[in-house]
């Protein structure tokens, strides 16, 4: 069976570190992967989204950027952090049509 | 640009009672609609997939309506428990450049009393 792993669970980062967050899909080939984010209170932001190796589509302007160095393997980084980031940080796989999400990383910058 | 609503933002209800929480998006041209369950601070869980050629979709005590045409999803919980306390999100997918995407809703938080 597929599943999705993503860590840490849980990250307290200053304001102005580097940040690298992982996802990891098994038992499956080709999938396509997203990165999600969920300030508190409020619904899923699509990040970013991939198709394949070094495929990434970003949907919002921001201050992170996302890499898809191996099939199964999802990397969402910044160079400096910003207050803003703060949130609920989820990544998702997708075979075609419907979507399992991971844990969740909840970052909270300081 | 293809918008996500659910209503209620918010609702309490005593055990026992049937409920429905409400979605619906703008675009019409959906590939397929998902519902989930969050628990706080944890990560989703899908519960239904509806496919755009469904109409409904049942689990155990869920029942999950599409109707694409006026852009509207229905959850139907009966027999509430407080296990169910927890936050609903919709979510419909689009296709786009050979890829999927989610679009969520701003979810439900559902608590049911004791």
């Known amino acids: 069976s597929q599943t999705i792993h993503q860590w840490p669970a849980t990250l307290v980062q200053p304001v102005g570190s580097p940040l690298s967050l992982e996802c990891t899909v098994e038992?499956?080939?080709?999938?396509?992967l997203y990165w999600y984010r969920q300030a508190a209170g409020r619904g899923l932001q699509l990040l970013f989204y991939?198709?394949?190796?070094?495929?990434i589509s970003s949907e919002v302007p921001q201050n992170l950027s996302a890499s898809r160095p191996q099939d199964r393997q999802f990397i969402l980084s910044s160079k400096k952090l910003l207050l803003s980031d703060s949130g609920f940080y989820l990544c998702?796989?997708?075979?075609?049509?419907?979507?399992?999400f991971g844990q969740g990383t909840r970052l909270t910058v300081v | 640009k293809q918008e996500v609503t659910q209503i209620p933002a918010a609702l309490s209800v005593p055990e026992g009672e049937n409920l429905v929480l409400n979605c619906s998006f703008t675009d019409s041209a959906i590939y397929n609609l998902q519902w989930f369950r969050q628990d706080p601070g944890k990560g989703l869980t899908s519960l239904l997939l509806?496919?755009?050629?469904?109409r409904e979709q049942t689990s155990g005590r869920l029942n999950a309506s599409l109707d694409k045409s006026s852009g509207r999803s229905t959850l139907y919980i009966a027999a509430s428990q407080p296990g169910d306390s927890a936050t609903y999100l919709c979510?419909?997918?689009?296709?786009?450049?050979?890829?999927?995407?989610?679009?969520f809703g701003q979810g439900t938080e559902l608590s049911v009393k004791p």
């Open positions: 979510a419909v997918i689009m296709i786009y450049n050979q890829g999927g995407k989610l679009i």
């Open positions: 038992g499956t080939s080709n999938p396509n």
């Open positions: 509806i496919q755009s050629s469904q």
């Open positions: 998702a796989w997708s075979p075609s049509t419907e979507a399992f």
């Open positions: 991939s198709v394949g190796i070094g495929q």
